[in-house]
């Protein structure tokens, strides 16, 4: 996949309408994570937690968990670290007039990297259980593994989208990075280090950043 100039420029009206979207989106997740923040503070239960666990109890099996348990190493600092170094590497290298690109995805994945250690900081909400094995150390809201799963792999989303590969092939790959956010995001749940909201707040935080970003990088590209 190659980027250059043209890429952006022929987005045109497209883009506006995308970012109008984005704008939306971005509304919707600081309100669903503002929202579950605000119980949180107030160390009130969630129901959802309870059902989702007893639900997720009744049909988990160890072969299962172990599955997630590999699924859930996709989100974790370190593979996130790594792939960004080489997506970053890619860009500069091989990738035509990418530098603004590559610059904007080690500015999402630093922010969001501060931004979900210091909500942890801030709300200091205890796991449902420590697991050292999956990453499950340290505070449990929201998610880390949920906030780096949609911020890396929704800007490879976002670079798909912009890239020259048919119209096809874009539905395939993103639709499976779609679904690989979710499988990492509810593999937290599954290997029983963070509650189902921990999780939901995570991706709607993630998301809003992500947003953030995309849409700076959107506008100054278009300038």
Known sequence: MRFNTTDFQ?????SLGL??????ALFVSFYIFLSLADD?????????????KKFIASFNTPWLTD???????????LWLTVATILVVVYLVLLSDKSY????FLVINMLGISGLTKGLKLLFERQRP??????????FSFPS???TGAITFYGFMIYLVVICKLSKGWKWVINGFLTIWILLIALSRVFVGVHYITDIIAGLAIGLAWLLVCIVALA???RR
């Open 10 to 14: 022929n987005l045109s009206e497209k």
């Open 19 to 24: 970012m109008l979207t984005g704008f939306v």
């Open 40 to 52: 949180v503070w107030e160390d009130e239960t969630f129901k959802l937690d309870a059902m989702v």
């Open 67 to 77: 599955m997630m348990g590999y699924i859930t190493e996709t989100g974790s600092v």
């Open 100 to 103: 603004w690109v590559a610059t």
């Open 129 to 138: 259980e420590t697991l050292e094995q999956f990453d499950g150390t340290g």
């Open 144 to 146: 880390g593994h949920s």
């Open 219 to 221: 506008l100054l590209r």
